[in-house]
């Protein structure tokens, strides 16, 4: 592994993170914070303290996610294990825009159950706490993640390159799609219309306020672009509905919660 090949796909999805999050921290909480405050998920403002953890863990995160192609896609040991191809006419175009949903829908599966296998009480605090600090999310909290964790994310990328064909076009788009996506889910403002749940398509979609719910409450809520797991699995907390449709969660009772406190809490509910 090189450190300039590091440095520049590195680079690369730290541009897209200062970039996408950037702007949406600029639209939403900088220049038009008071004429969207009625899709505010939580009353409360974010700490800056929160903005600068979250920054600093994503930057950690960011040069892990870098690695991978480093490692898996520039090792001429490697490569050729791969299904990467870069031929689009190998598999056709057919298959090259049915490719995008699969990818969504294993990510989504892939994303439920480690979520959920990391928010076990022997292992949050090893791996998902980090990120749980921010219990009101911002565009910054996307990849806020411990090295730990960041490390069981990055395990999609390695899913894909070696279960099923994948054009370098796909890597690029699915991966810029799924950030935005992830930017939106901690976004902390709703922007889908109210009575989306209530829809034969909009209850399978997951939002920024399911997202923020599980934040705020630790648990349930462990989709990320779907509720397909959550519904299925009897996870979706049960006034996210509710929720929804005011689109105002009541922030939690006390700003300053223990880190102690909110571990016995999952513990508990865990069980």
Known sequence: MTWEKLISFSLEVAIRYFVIAGLAFLIFYVLFSKKLGGRKIQSKKQKVSDYKRDIFYSIIAILIFGAQPVIFLENDAIRPYTTLYTDISQYGWVYFFLAFP??????????????????????????????????????????????????????????????????????????????????????????????????KIGKWVNTSVAHNQHHQFFTGNYGLYFLFWDRWMGTLRANYDEKFESRVIKAPEADTVVEQELVETIVAHEK
Do not use: Q
């Open 102 to 199: 699969i990818m969504f829908f294993v990510h989504d599966t892939y994303f439920y159950w480690t979520h959920r296998i990391m928010h076990h009480p022997k292992l949050f605090k090893w791996f998902h706490l980090i990120h749980h600090k921010t219990t009101n999310p911002s565009p910054w909290t996307a990849y806020a993640f411990h090295p730990l964790e960041a490390l069981v994310e990055s395990g999609i990328f390695i899913i894909f390159i070696f279960c099923m064909p994948v054009h370098v076009a796909h890597l690029s788009v699915f991966f810029f799609l799924m950030f935005v996506y992830n930017v939106y889910g901690h976004l902390g403002y709703e922007l889908y219309p109210a009575g989306l749940h209530k829809t």
